[in-house]
């Protein structure tokens, strides 16, 4: 992976996006760059890599809104703390954990959960069975330790690697396939419960 990347949308540049000075920057110089003076660079990460984030903490939180929060909240850290950015793992490593710190420190001291507003019910039959099952997917994923929930976000909802996962972590990668199996193990009994209650 040599950190250029447009993995945040998979679209490319949008309007308002930085010119083809510093969309062909890998993330790297653009951290660099940013770190130098330039008050573009960091606005062209942004760019790249926003919707995947908010893809991390959507899963992660589970609440849009809320996810919005902790992205908004992540980058301005990464903005300000980019000299923190040791170049030992790429960018959206260093991005990922931020953004799922972030997440976790939101949820701490926003627990207990929300209610889901009436607006968003679905009318059919089939939509409402399908909102059922992913209520009770949520609900299991929000029942299991945060430990276990944190590694199944990021590995299976979001696709990555273990690796990348320990690395966002900072755990071994024994550690995270450990989580991932206890995870989906108390996950396939919290869903098999009759009610998804104990």
Known sequence: MDGRSDEGSGNGPRSGSAGPAL???DDREL???HLEGDTEAFGELFRRHRDRMWAVALRTTGQPELAADCVQE???SAFRRAASYRGE???TTWLHRIV???CLDRLRRERPTREL???ELPDTRDEQRALEVRLDVRQALDRLPEGQRVALVLV???GLSVAEAAEILQV???TVKSRCSRGREAMAALLREPTGQP
């Open 172 to 174: 071994p990668e024994g």
């Open 117 to 119: 507003p009436e607006s």
């Open 23 to 25: 969309t062909g920057l």
């Open 100 to 102: 799922v710190n972030a």
């Open 31 to 33: 951290v660099q760059r």
């Open 74 to 76: 992540a980058f301005i």
């Open 156 to 158: 299976d909802l979001h």
């Open 89 to 91: 793992a790429a960018v």
